[in-house]
């Protein structure tokens, strides 16, 4: 289980603790069957570099769960993700290692609620954002 983050505990400009990810084509199957998403640039090499891509890509909404990963493993198991969202800018591959990151921009109180809003990202080996994000997180006080 993820520790606890409480609001007292950040302060803006805060980088949060990476996630490292290690998707696998197995892992893409098992997504394409759990999401109903069987484009098959994501499962097929062949297809893929059929369709001028270097081989199979990660789902784009795999990705988009990876940072929800990343925000509700930081967050603990008190918080209450808020808003999640993300652009692709960059393909992902499997068999390479994808780092989920992030800081904290602000905190604010709004409705009795202790709100933080983070930049979040995914990065690959070359440390280029291929997904860049935002995200909004309820703590609890202690």
Known sequence: MAEQVY??????????????????T??????AGASGDFYQIHY??????GNQ????????AL??????QFMTEWMGPLGALKRLACQYRG?????????????????YKSEGQNL???????????????TPGSATVALPSR
């Open 7 to 24: 609001w007292e505990d950040v302060s803006e400009g805060m980088e949060m603790p990476p996630l490292v990810k290690n998707p696998t």
């Open 26 to 31: 197995q892992q893409l199957v098992r997504y």
């Open 44 to 49: 097929d090499k062949d297809f893929a570099q």
């Open 53 to 60: 891509l270097d081989g199979v890509i990660l789902h784009g």
């Open 63 to 68: 990705k988009n769960a990876f940072l929800g």
């Open 91 to 107: 393909m992902d591959f499997p068999g390479n290692t994808i780092t989920a990151k992030g800081k904290v921009l602000r905190t």
């Open 116 to 130: 933080v809003d983070c930049e979040i990202w995914l990065e690959n080996p070359e440390g280029q954002r291929t």
